[in-house]
């Protein structure tokens, strides 16, 4: 028999065969045929346990300070539970991935010209480890529902019992209280568009 390297390559389809040793059969290591897509399902699982969005404005606290993210009603389960302030316990050691959008931007009308920046990051066990993102508007006068939505997607190695949470605050020369995350009805029959919103997976 000639040696495998001396074979002819070619592109795996998923039906294709390998040839390897069956671990759990009797007798064990017994030689059997796995095909390609079944080794492919073998890959890393990924498993959504967080699906939470808020469809309330979200005024900024004051200029300055750090208002908490809320992501709706409290929920639970056996991998990691979020209450209405927006604290997410991760009640399973492992890694997450986890994606997070904000409508960000001028949610009332001013009566000045309000130029501002708005900046967000994470908290961990009350220590900022996410790092901070920043947006500038320049709104006009009397204009609002001004927004853009920023979505951030990353990896999080989770402790058991670890809580996170996210928070943002405005910098600002005009007035305060008409900024920060807005829920925003799209009509022509698009779905609302939520002040926040997050997904989280277990991988």
Excluded: C
Aim: zero cysteines; hydrophobic letters at 40%; charged letters at 10%.
């Amino acid at each position: 028999m000639p040696k495998i390297s001396s074979y002819t390559t070619t592109a795996p389809a998923s039906g294709d065969l390998l040839i390897g040793s069956d671990v759990n059969a009797s007798p064990t290591n017994s030689t059997k045929n796995f095909t390609v897509s079944s080794v492919l399902a073998l890959g890393t699982p990924v498993t959504q346990v967080l699906d939470s969005s808020s469809v309330v404005d979200q005024v900024v606290g004051g200029l300055g300070s750090i208002t908490k993210v809320k992501f709706g009603s409290a929920a639970s389960n056996s991998n990691i539970s979020i209450d209405d302030l927006g604290n997410i316990t991760f009640l399973v050691e492992g890694n997450y991935l986890i994606e997070n959008t904000f409508n960000v931007g001028q949610i009332s009308a001013s009566g000045v010209a309000v130029p501002f920046s708005l900046s967000y990051g994470g908290f961990v066990n009350e220590i900022q480890a996410i790092d901070s993102k920043t947006y500038r508007w320049d709104i006009a006068a009397n204009q609002a529902n001004h927004y853009n939505t920023k979505s951030d997607t990353f990896i999080f190695q989770a402790t058991a019992n670890d809580i996170l949470y996210f928070g943002f605050e405005v910098s600002s020369v005009g007035t305060t209280g008409t900024q920060g995350l807005g829920a925003y009805a799209a009509g022509f029959g698009l779905s609302e568009i939520p002040s926040s919103q997050i997904k989280i997976y277990k991988i």
